[in-house]
Structures are given as structure tokens and as C-alpha cells.
């Protein structure tokens, strides 16, 4: 084993430490897509973790690509290089921490990994769909991490938001972000088996990111999505039991002029074929995604 020499040039730089990470992870053909994109985004996560550099001190990419990265960081790095090859574990399970609509949350493997581009509407306060004065009341159904129900409290300030999910796991990790985002007096995080734990509860915007991977689709999927939960990702042999229960039902939980809002990702031309006559505005996103459509209680009303 070579001994690192007691001078400080003997430790690498960080943009030397980060484009060797970069390589090597790039060689061993992971799957991206849990809230990384790349190869660099992964090693600069792993890096950052390592360091413990603050999100604002990323903005001086200059500055930090002189820093020496010192060998007990190196080390750390090396064995979370190891694992996310080896183990082919998403990096936010690794650093526990990802960013959703522009807030840190925390992220263990008892929950999805953020990644809904329903996160451009939120940050666009769902305009032009609703006006967002009048917004007093919003449901994120199937709440999993808590983001979409924090980012939707932090876009109107004035409304006070249900998290429901059926998994007491994901709960339990939702609360901690509610509680680290200093929110537990308007975000109430609740059990629910869609909507059967809400009473008469109404809403003015239902918003839901749930399960809508088919039963094909799943034995395809790469080996990174083995570490999220299953009840999170199944919906049955065609992705579409968890839209089915929501489109049911939710014109009893919506106010007049209330929307909702369902991502179903590559499960929407199934959701097409199974109503016709459901009028889906299917949103498009300037980051990209799709497959999230938008409804108007009325609609629903007229068509169901």
C-alpha cells in the first residue's frame, strides 16, 4: 500500500479527486435518474457529502477547485464510490439529501427519491390552473418524503397542507422534513389509504405523485430502483390502480375551481385508453418530464 507523504501537495485537489470519481463511475455504467443525471452529478454529490460543503459555498467553483481534499475525505469517498458501484445504490441513499423545487430534504431508503417535475408547478404556484390567493387547502396524496406537500406550503404561505400516504415508514421521514422546514403548524402529515383516512376533508388543489409502474415495466427497471420501495413504485398489471381509486373519488375532496393534479409517468396512454371521455390537460415541463396530467373538479364531474 503507498503512504501518502505528511505534505500538504500530497493531497489531490478537489477538481483532480473529482474527475477521477467522475471516470471511474462513468465506467461502471450506472443508471441515473434519482435525482442525479449523470456520472459528474454523482461524484459531486459523493464529494460534497464528504466535505460537508455548504450548498451556497458550491456557488465559487473557482475556489473550491483549488482545495485539497484530505485523506480521511478521500477515504470516505472511496467507500461510497464502492458502494455506489458495488451495491448500484442511488446517491441520495448515500448522502441522505436531495433538493426538491429548491429545498433540502432529507432522503433515506424508506421513500421514493424526489424527482416529480410537478415541481415546476409548484414553483409556478400551479398558475395559470388556479388562482393562488384563493388557495387555502392542499392534499399531496401519497406524500412519501414530504416535498411535495413542504414545497406546496412554502409556495402559499396562507393555505395548510394534508401529507397522506398509507406507509407509516414514509411518515415517519416526512415528518422530519416537516419539522427540519419548520411547518408543523400548517403541514399535517397523516395515514391514509388514499383518500379513506381524510373524512369530509376538501381541498382546493390534490396533488399526487403515486405508485404508477405496471407490472412489465417493473421487471424491467434497473437495478437502482430495487432500493426504493416497492409500495411506492407498484400499481398493478398496467400502472393504473392507484390513478383509478383517485379519479373516483376525488371530486368528493374538491372544492368548486379545484384541481387535481396526477403524474402517472409512461402509464398515461394506458390512462387514455381507459377514459376516453376524460378531458386530460397533460402539462409539459421546461426541465423535462411528463406524464402528469390536470383536471378540473368540474371536469370530472361532467365526465365520470
Excluded: K
Amino acid at each position: 500500500m503507498r503512504r501518502l507523504s505528511h505534505s500538504g501537495y500530497a493531497n489531490p485537489t478537489l477538481e483532480a479527486v473529482l474527475e477521477r470519481s467522475t471516470r471511474r463511475l462513468a465506467r461502471a455504467r450506472l443508471h441515473y435518474g434519482h435525482g442525479t443525471q449523470s456520472a459528474r452529478d454523482d461524484a459531486a454529490a459523493l464529494l460534497w457529502h464528504v466535505l460537508r460543503v455548504s450548498p451556497d459555498a458550491r456557488t465559487a467553483p473557482a475556489a473550491l477547485s483549488r482545495r485539497r481534499v484530505p485523506a480521511r475525505a478521500q477515504a470516505a469517498l472511496e467507500e461510497l464510490l464502492c458502494r455506489r458501484i458495488r451495491e448500484r445504490i442511488p446517491v441520495v441513499y448515500l448522502t441522505h439529501r436531495c433538493w426538491f423545487a429548491g429545498l433540502p430534504m432529507y432522503i433515506d431508503a424508506r421513500v421514493l427519491i424526489p424527482r416529480s417535475p410537478i415541481a415546476e408547478l409548484i414553483e409556478r404556484r400551479f398558475e395559470p390552473w388556479i388562482e393562488p390567493a384563493r388557495v387555502r387547502r392542499i392534499l399531496d396524496l401519497g406524500t412519501g418524503s414530504g416535498c411535495i406537500a413542504i414545497a406546496c406550503a412554502r409556495a402559499f404561505p396562507r393555505s395548510r397542507v394534508d401529507a397522506a400516504d398509507i406507509s407509516e415508514d414514509a411518515l415517519a421521514v416526512a415528518q422530519i422534513n416537516i419539522r427540519r422546514h419548520r411547518l408543523s403548524a400548517r403541514v399535517r402529515a397523516l395515514r391514509s389509504d388514499h383518500f379513506s383516512g381524510l373524512g369530509g376533508a376538501s381541498y382546493d388543489i390534490i396533488v399526487s405523485n403515486p405508485p404508477y409502474v405496471g407490472r412489465r415495466e417493473m421487471a424491467r427497471l434497473p437495478a437502482e430502483y430495487r432500493h426504493e420501495p416497492r409500495l411506492a413504485l407498484a400499481a398493478g398489471a398496467d400502472g393504473l390502480d392507484s390513478a383509478r381509486i383517485i379519479l373516483r373519488n376525488a371530486t368528493a375532496h374538491l372544492n368548486p375551481g379545484g384541481i387535481l393534479i396526477v403524474e402517472v409517468g409512461h402509464s398515461d396512454r394506458a390512462l387514455r385508453r381507459s377514459y376516453p371521455r376524460l378531458p386530460f390537460t397533460w402539462l409539459a415541463f421546461a426541465r423535462g418530464g411528463g406524464g402528469v396530467f390536470l383536471l378540473t373538479r368540474e371536469q370530472l364531474l361532467e365526465r365520470t
